[in-house]
């Protein structure tokens, strides 16, 4: 019985220590300090100043070029080229039919050889005028002035010396007429425009191709005024032709034109340093 007593005790002493234990506050752990991660300044990408591009149009020009024409009417015997190739100075181009020319060169040249005859006459004759007046023709110093004027007139004399003028003048005439039945290439260059055949009839002066030269070929383009300032004598350029847009040429401002036309422009010209593939009249982009 003191036993079971003791057991009881013990056993009401330790739920009232329990019921204690649980009516205590527990304490709750102290918060993890959060870690304060500084944030780093963005650093702002440094702005490149970007460089204005310019563009514009223009056109390819030849700064040499000649149109050719024969000065007859006459059939054409042969073309010696076709449009696109390239000749050199003095390279027939085409020639006419002579026979004609030379048929005239023969006329006049007989003309001057009668006319030389008939002042050889009037030379005898103008001797014979002087020696009527007393005078002798071996002594011309000693001839009066009058006397000699009267002598070239009654003989003929002066009238054989003009007459012999004027045949040695259509001489000349034709035989200019006969060297430009054949029209040759003023200096190297590339067919163009080429308008005649064989056998078709000259047109006096009217061209029948045209010689332009690949050598010194200059870009013509027009710059707003208030751009004029950035295009000074000198300023270099790139080029890119419109039919071949992978190709670059470079150009250097030569030229500009001190007029300004009705749409505030002004026409400047720029010379390249290469041309080869490029044709008169070729549109083209230009790029500063």
Known sequence: ????????????????????????????????????????????????????????????????????????????????????????????????????????????????????????????????????????????????????????????????????????SKLDAARYDHRTSIVTAPFDGVVANLAIQANQLSQPGVPICRIVSQEGMEVEFRVIETDLDSFPIGTVLHVVPLSRPHSMYEATVVEINPIVDAQGAVLLRASLQSSEGLFDGMNVDIVK
């Open 1 to 168: 019985m003191k036993r079971f007593t003791i057991l009881l005790m013990a056993a009401m002493a330790l739920l009232s220590c329990r019921q204690t234990a649980q009516d205590v506050p527990q304490e709750q752990p102290a918060p993890a300090a959060e870690k304060v991660v500084a944030e780093e300044p963005v650093q702002q990408a440094e702005e490149i100043p970007a460089v204005a591009e310019v563009r514009m149009t223009g056109k390819v020009v030849a700064s040499r070029y000649a149109d050719l024409a024969f000065r007859q009417s006459l059939p054409v015997a042969r073309v010696m080229v076709h449009n696109g190739e390239k000749v050199r100075r003095g390279q027939t181009i085409a020639a006419l039919e002579v026979f004609t020319l030379e048929n005239a060169l023969q006329q006049q040249t007989l003309a001057v050889e009668q006319a030389e005859l008939q002042v050889e006459q009037a030379m005898l004759e103008k001797q014979d005028v002087i020696i009527s007046q007393g005078y002798d023709p071996e002594n011309m110093a000693a001839v009066p002035a009058m006397v000699q004027s009267t002598s070239e007139v009654k003989s003929g004399y002066l009238l054989a010396q003009n007459q012999l003028a004027m045949a040695n």
